[in-house]
């Protein structure tokens, strides 16, 4: 494992971080999908023993604290960084900070937390911030000892991102960046404007949840095959954002060992600058396929949900992407209206509520999205 410090900070951090958002999944005893705790604790010592040492999660992602907990619990928590996130967007009164807090020390069963983000933030949870002087309440953590250090992540744009690195001294911020993304959100301008204010920079969705890395059409694995160097789709993801040396930690949700693995024989060689023209060249002719085939920039985080109408709205999105990207636009169809046509799923149910939009990281039109998968998806 590659190591790195954060500026002024000093401290030492695996360049791939352990995300705890899409740990593996089962059905629980009320047929709902839980977290498979048995495995999801091995995986997280797994890591830790081979040389992981930072951990994100957050409490939106349900169960994951209580869980990454557990498996640091035994001999473990002091070995490793705890990165997590407090609900910015359920902020309703001057307490709820310390609440939250509170709660989440609780579950990590930690009397310190290193990394405290502000989860998610943008205009509109920039206003809750500064409503409820929530800088101040970091503040006030810090200097009780039960948080290290003060981050945020980030969802809007270039000038917001700016404008929040500016308006207090964090020590770090967690940005989305991959090669098929390099100027959204806050992108590689950004990256390189926090790192430049002595803010260390960790990078989530490298994959695009997994879009760049999993299931790639055969189209796309003979472009990068040409390229003469054997590597997965994944590794190619990840190579990409490990190249720049501002990307103190890459993070990866991983919801198998084999990814897992994986991703940690990666990390192990993957260091800044090495890319070559070549390679560079290879990742533009990926670009731009991806672009010209991709119809919706859903990463399956699952902010959009649960849907008070009952679409899956990220699986709609995964079945229609499918249709261009995988060359089986009949198979996808009919999995799209036998899987989600029957269980009541389909975009169908849609009631244009907007409460999907207002919570998506990616400012996806997700109703005139859905609307146009549908039709497509049930079209001969």
């Known amino acids: 494992m590659k190591y790195t410090k954060f500026p002024g900070l000093g401290i030492k951090v695996s360049r791939f971080g352990m995300g705890c958002m899409r740990l593996p999944g089962i059905t629980g005893s ?5 977290i ?42 002091d070995k490793v960084i705890i990165a997590t996130k407090c609900p910015t967007w359920n902020i309703k009164g001057i307490g709820d900070f310390d609440s939250f807090l509170l709660e989440e020390l609780s579950r990590l069963r930690t009397d310190y937390i290193d990394f405290y983000l502000l989860h998610a933030l943008g205009k509109a949870n920039w206003e809750k911030v500064e409503k409820f002087g929530l800088l101040e309440k970091l503040d006030e953590a810090k200097k009780k000892g039960i948080i290290r250090y003060a981050a945020f992540s980030f969802h809007d744009d270039l000038k917001t991102f700016k404008k929040i690195v500016d308006s ?10 991959n ?13 390189k404007y926090a790192a430049s204010k002595n803010m260390g920079v960790v990078i989530m969705e490298p994959l695009m949840g997994g879009l760049l890395g999993n299931a790639v059409p055969e189209e796309f694995v003979r472009q990068w095959d040409a390229s003469g160097i054997k590597r997965t789709p994944a590794e190619w993801g990840f190579r990409w954002v490990a190249d720049f040396e501002e990307a103190a930690v890459i993070l990866s949700g991983v919801n198998t060992m084999e990814q897992l693995k994986e991703d940690i024989a990666i990390f192990s060689d993957a260091l800044p600058g090495s890319l070559t023209e070549k390679e560079a060249e290879t990742y533009k002719r990926l670009k731009d396929l991806y672009r010209e085939k991709l119809k919706v920039a859903c990463t399956g985080c699952g902010y959009c949900m649960p849907c008070p109408s009952g679409v899956d709205i990220p699986a709609v999105f995964r079945f229609y992407n499918n249709t261009f990207l ?23 149910q849609c009631s244009e509520c907007g409460q999907c939009q207002e919570a998506c990281p990616q400012d996806i039109d997700i109703i005139e999205s859905l609307k146009e998968a549908h039709g497509h998806m049930m079209s001969d």
């Open 30 to 34: 009320k047929g709902n999908p839980v």
């Open 36 to 77: 498979d705790e048995k495995e999801s604790v091995s995986m997280i010592r797994y890591a830790a023993d081979n040389g992981v040492n930072y951990f994100d999660t957050a409490y939106a992602y349900v169960g994951s604290e209580e869980v990454l907990g557990k498996a640091l619990a035994e001999g473990l928590r």
């Open 168 to 177: 207090y001294p964090f020590d770090m911020c967690q940005i989305q960046l």
């Open 179 to 191: 090669f098929l993304q390099e100027d959204f959100q806050a992108g590689v301008e950004g990256m």
């Open 326 to 348: 995988g060359g089986e636009e009949d198979r996808w169809k009919k999995t799209y209206r036998s899987f989600l046509g029957k269980k009541g799923a389909d975009a169908s």
